[in-house]
Nanobody
């Protein structure tokens, strides 16, 4: 059974911060790189950040310097710390493996007001 449960989204003003969490299962977490993706209205889903099982990270250009992806093996959770949020960061954020599975969780809405 695939478990990908995102949380932590909300409404923030530009310049604010949010930390997203993704609870998943051991079988997914332990053997896969994980990623945070987002989908804005009318746009395709895009990869924002990824992290390998040993902690190597990569970021989309739009996220570099502002977002930080991390993983906690004890909690089987992947995080996305987002600082300096901009209105263009408004989207539904999803976590998944990288490359992604065909299954997607419900996502968490992030709305950044100007």
């Amino acid at each position: 059974q695939v478990q990908l449960v995102e949380s932590g989204g909300g409404l923030v003003q530009a310049g604010g911060s949010l930390r997203l969490s993704c609870a998943t299962s051991t079988s997914i977490f332990s053997f896969n790189a994980m990623g945070w993706y987002r989908q804005a209205p009318g746009k395709q889903r895009e990869l924002v950040a990824s992290i390998t099982p040993i902690g190597s990270t990569k970021y989309a250009d739009s996220a570099k310097g502002r977002f930080n992806i991390s993983r906690d093996a004890a909690k089987i959770t992947v995080y996305l710390q987002m600082n300096g949020l901009k209105p263009e960061d408004t989207a539904v954020y999803y976590c998944n493996t990288f490359p992604n599975l065909n299954y997607w969780g419900q996502g968490t809405q992030v709305t950044v007001s100007s």
